[in-house]
């Protein structure tokens, strides 16, 4: 006797062969373009790059922080909170982008296309010529169990997708990145208010209570009644730290108000951890000198990455390295809900940044044959060995 | 709780030292599942606990509890635990105009000049409270955990603020009302010298204040997915012996716990 079939009235079963649905019982919300996390149960979402959201243990979880320290020309930490804005824009989400620099509309411009094979596979089957069956062209002869099953989904339901893969060489049209509810923050046209009694600089002190508007008014924390579809939203923080939000702690040794981003993130955090929203914040940590600051800041993040990229530096043309863009360093993975975190097999991690996809991989480094190969090389391999290792660099037989 | 961290400390939950201050401090690891280990031995002992959570929120620590087998949501109820939502409550007090008087107590994140007297006020009192359990008798002796108190750092309070505070709770709690206190401190690098207001610098205050330290690290040879770190235990003897004993441990925290082994003998080497 076949097994009973449930089937769930209206629920999505586009692109599935059997109408078997799994009959969750769990209360979890769901939101387009989560998933519950296997270790813990957290609602998870995609950073836009998969491998990325392998290498942090499944994905982002929602209420938490990511910290990106910037390489040195903000190339490759700026293409990554672009996959993260537009993975919102395609799974639906709301966005809020706040930066300083470059106004955020600009930054939306240049967000990279979706790959959707699925539509373009659908619009070729049109132009083919339709199977010749005289009774009726549609009926099909071998796989007849499949002749009630609805035909391959559209370009919209690829949305249901966990993570999706871009382009970048072409941009989001613009169709498809107006879909997405997006607020904006230009520090530059902000009118600073005199916030005599904050802790808080006025620029920080106002996107604070920027984003503290949006997630009340949009009811991200909750308020909303329950018509409304549940939803999350990507906050995307760009150059935190630098000199244009009026902070100093990457201008001098010994900034005037070394508190100000710490007690920022601080808030931030409080604030998403309310909230359905995941926040992605870039720091330029290579321009700020007192190291006890960026212990601090990593600390106060939930999950923290740093790249490096070997543009402009030695290792550009070290034959080692000639696959890669740039290292991946994980700083920080959060405990969330449960006592372990994810644990990662190695901290030896390279990006490559390719047409269609940011690929992340463990660095691996080939055998030492030559003789001729230099002492020079020895020093940059040894800094693969994990943060804890403080022995000596050299292995000198 | 972790059974063979009671068994290295000599302590269960029916008998355990009064009057102690245990200092657990980490260096580029995490030592937050020692609070988790410690949340759940003093709830299990009967004590009436004083929690400020500064760094996560509530229902972080509950989740845990409930998988070392404690619930945390019942006790708070019951009057046994009192949790303050440090984080949860923070964009309050930062971003509201006038200071009102239900945020006292972190009155440290609208002046972080002015030092920690609303929190030192609001644990007097939480402690304080003399609540009576369902069957009539009043708690045990009294225990304030702090998770993350180098966290007040980063927020802008001086080391000599932090340092006060915790001399003021250790008189109150410990020496007056015969609790514990327990409190977790996260230090820098060893060689980064900003000495003025460093983590290192309260790290080594605390370690003279305190009767147990236990400090947990990465291993010194690199990094390893089935050992987590080492953790050395010193304790401050009182009395007769000479000597303060150290010793070291390897750790591997799992989901529903963390076991301890001496260095050499994790099961991945033998």
Same mark, same amino acid.
């Given at each position: 006797?076949?097994?009973?079939?449930?089937?769930?009235?209206?629920?999505?079963?586009?692109?599935?062969?059997?109408?078997?649905?799994?009959?969750?019982?769990?209360?979890?919300?769901?939101?387009?373009?989560?998933?519950?996390?296997?270790?813990?149960?957290?609602?998870?979402?995609?950073?836009?790059?998969?491998?990325?959201?392998?290498?942090?243990?499944?994905?982002?979880?929602?209420?938490?922080?990511?910290?990106?320290?910037?390489?040195?020309?903000?190339?490759?930490?700026?293409?990554?909170?672009?996959?993260?804005?537009?993975?919102?824009?395609?799974?639906?989400?709301?966005?809020?982008?706040?930066?300083?620099?470059?106004?955020?509309?600009?930054?939306?411009?240049?967000?990279?296309?979706?790959?959707?094979?699925?539509?373009?596979?659908?619009?070729?089957?049109?132009?083919?010529?339709?199977?010749?069956?005289?009774?009726?062209?549609?009926?099909?002869?071998?796989?007849?169990?499949?002749?009630?099953?609805?035909?391959?989904?559209?370009?919209?339901?690829?949305?249901?997708?966990?993570?999706?893969?871009?382009?970048?060489?072409?941009?989001?049209?613009?169709?498809?990145?107006?879909?997405?509810?997006?607020?904006?923050?230009?520090?530059?046209?902000?009118?600073?208010?005199?916030?005599?009694?904050?802790?808080?600089?006025?620029?920080?002190?106002?996107?604070?209570?920027?984003?503290?508007?949006?997630?009340?008014?949009?009811?991200?924390?909750?308020?909303?009644?329950?018509?409304?579809?549940?939803?999350?939203?990507?906050?995307?923080?760009?150059?935190?730290?630098?000199?244009?939000?009026?902070?100093?702690?990457?201008?001098?040794?010994?900034?005037?108000?070394?508190?100000?981003?710490?007690?920022?993130?601080?808030?931030?955090?409080?604030?998403?951890?309310?909230?359905?929203?995941?926040?992605?914040?870039?720091?330029?940590?290579?321009?700020?000198?007192?190291?006890?600051?960026?212990?601090?800041?990593?600390?106060?993040?939930?999950?923290?990455?740093?790249?490096?990229?070997?543009?402009?530096?030695?290792?550009?043309?070290?034959?080692?390295?000639?696959?890669?863009?740039?290292?991946?360093?994980?700083?920080?993975?959060?405990?969330?809900?449960?006592?372990?975190?994810?644990?990662?097999?190695?901290?030896?991690?390279?990006?490559?940044?390719?047409?269609?996809?940011?690929?992340?991989?463990?660095?691996?480094?080939?055998?030492?044959?030559?003789?001729?190969?230099?002492?020079?090389?020895?020093?940059?391999?040894?800094?693969?060995?994990?943060?804890?290792?403080?022995?000596?660099?050299?292995?000198?037989? | 709780?972790?059974?063979?961290?009671?068994?290295?400390?000599?302590?269960?939950?029916?008998?355990?030292?009064?009057?102690?201050?245990?200092?657990?401090?980490?260096?580029?690891?995490?030592?937050?599942?020692?609070?988790?280990?410690?949340?759940?031995?003093?709830?299990?002992?009967?004590?009436?606990?004083?929690?400020?959570?500064?760094?996560?929120?509530?229902?972080?620590?509950?989740?845990?509890? &409930?998988?070392?087998? $404690?619930? !945390?949501?019942?006790?708070? /109820?019951?009057?046994?635990?009192?949790?303050? #939502? *440090?984080?949860?409550?923070?964009?309050?007090?930062?971003?509201?105009?006038?200071?009102?008087?239900?945020?006292?107590?972190?009155?440290?994140?609208?002046?972080?000049?002015?030092?920690?007297?609303?929190?030192?006020?609001?644990?007097?009192?939480?402690?304080?409270?003399?609540?009576?359990?369902?069957?009539?008798?009043?708690?045990?002796?009294?225990?304030?955990?702090?998770?993350?108190?180098?966290?007040?750092?980063?927020?802008?309070?001086?080391?000599?603020?932090?340092?006060?505070?915790?001399?003021?709770?250790?008189?109150?709690?410990?020496?007056?009302? &015969?609790?514990?206190? $327990?409190? !977790?401190?996260?230090?820098? /690098?060893?060689?980064?010298?900003?000495?003025? #207001? *460093?983590?290192?610098?309260?790290?080594?205050?605390?370690?003279?204040?305190?009767?147990?330290?236990?400090?947990?690290?990465?291993?010194?040879?690199?990094?390893?997915?089935?050992?987590?770190?080492?953790?050395?235990?010193?304790?401050?003897?009182?009395?007769?012996?000479?000597?303060?004993?150290?010793?070291?441990?390897?750790?591997?925290?799992?989901?529903?716990?963390?076991?301890?082994?001496?260095?050499?003998?994790?099961?991945?080497?033998?």
């Amino acid at each position: 006797m076949a097994a009973p079939v449930r089937c769930m009235a209206g629920s999505s079963s586009i692109g599935n062969t059997t109408s078997f649905q799994k009959k969750t019982r769990s209360k979890l919300v769901s939101i387009p373009g989560t998933r519950p996390s296997v270790q813990n149960g957290q609602l998870l979402l995609s950073s836009g790059v998969s491998s990325l959201d392998y290498v942090i243990g499944g994905g982002l979880a929602v209420g938490t922080l990511l910290l990106v320290e910037e390489d040195r020309y903000d190339s490759y930490s700026r293409m990554l909170l672009k996959y993260f804005l537009a993975e919102g824009v395609v799974c639906g989400h709301e966005l809020f982008l706040a930066s300083a620099r470059d106004h955020p509309d600009e930054i939306m411009q240049e967000l990279p296309s979706p790959i959707m094979d699925e539509f373009a596979s659908l619009k070729t089957n049109e132009g083919q010529p339709q199977p010749s069956d005289p009774e009726n062209p549609d009926t099909m002869k071998i796989a007849w169990r499949y002749q009630n099953q609805p035909r391959v989904q559209t370009a919209l339901a690829s949305s249901l997708r966990f993570g999706h893969y871009y382009d970048v060489s072409k941009t989001m049209e613009p169709e498809l990145r107006q879909t997405a509810k997006y607020h904006s923050f230009y520090q530059l046209q902000e009118t600073p208010i005199t916030t005599g009694s904050s802790p808080l600089p006025s620029p920080y002190h106002a996107l604070l209570k920027a984003i503290q508007t949006v997630i009340r008014k949009e009811g991200f924390d909750g308020s909303t009644p329950q018509s409304k579809a549940r939803n999350v939203l990507r906050l995307g923080l760009h150059s935190l730290g630098s000199a244009l939000w009026g902070d100093d702690v990457c201008c001098k040794d010994n900034p005037a108000n070394c508190h100000a981003l710490s007690t920022f993130l601080y808030a931030l955090r409080g604030l998403l951890r309310t909230s359905l929203s995941v926040a992605m914040v870039t720091v330029p940590s290579h321009l700020i000198q007192n190291r006890a600051v960026m212990g601090r800041i990593i600390r106060l993040s939930d999950t923290a990455i740093a790249l490096e990229s070997f543009r402009g530096s030695e290792k550009e043309t070290n034959p080692l390295y000639k696959d890669y863009h740039g290292l991946l360093h994980v700083r920080q993975l959060p405990h969330l809900n449960c006592l372990s975190c994810e644990v990662p097999d190695t901290k030896d991690l390279a990006f490559k940044l390719k047409r269609k996809q940011f690929t992340i991989e463990r660095l691996h480094l080939p055998p030492d044959l030559s003789e001729t190969v230099s002492r020079v090389s020895k020093t940059e391999l040894a800094a693969g060995c994990g943060t804890t290792a403080t022995g000596n660099k050299h292995l000198d037989f | 709780m972790f059974p063979e961290l009671n068994n290295i400390l000599n302590s269960t939950p029916d008998s355990f030292k009064s009057s102690d201050f245990i200092l657990v401090s980490d260096r580029q690891a995490d030592a937050s599942f020692l609070i988790h280990h410690y949340l759940s031995f003093y709830l299990r002992a009967g004590c009436k606990v004083c929690f400020l959570g500064l760094v996560q929120s509530f229902s972080h620590y509950s989740a845990v509890g &409930q998988r070392l087998g $404690v619930s !945390l949501a019942q006790a708070r /109820e019951k009057g046994q635990l009192v949790f303050l #939502e *440090g984080l949860k409550d923070s964009i309050g007090a930062i971003l509201q105009e006038e200071s009102s008087q239900g945020t006292q107590h972190l009155s440290y994140l609208r002046s972080p000049g002015a030092g920690l007297k609303g929190l030192f006020k609001f644990v007097e009192s939480s402690v304080g409270q003399n609540g009576n359990r369902d069957d009539g008798e009043s708690w045990g002796p009294p225990v304030l955990l702090i998770d993350d108190l180098s966290v007040l750092l980063s927020l802008g309070v001086t080391v000599g603020a932090i340092l006060d505070f915790t001399l003021y709770c250790q008189a109150t709690v410990c020496t007056e009302l &015969q609790g514990n206190m $327990v409190i !977790l401190v996260r230090c820098e /690098e060893e060689d980064v010298d900003d000495d003025e #207001e *460093g983590a290192n610098l309260l790290q080594r205050g605390l370690v003279h204040q305190c009767n147990l330290a236990l400090h947990v690290e990465g291993l010194p040879t690199g990094y390893c997915r089935d050992i987590h770190g080492q953790m050395q235990v010193w304790w401050r003897q009182s009395g007769e012996t000479m000597y303060n004993p150290r010793k070291i441990f390897h750790f591997k925290v799992h989901d529903k716990g963390a076991s301890f082994f001496a260095r050499g003998t994790s099961s991945a080497v033998l």
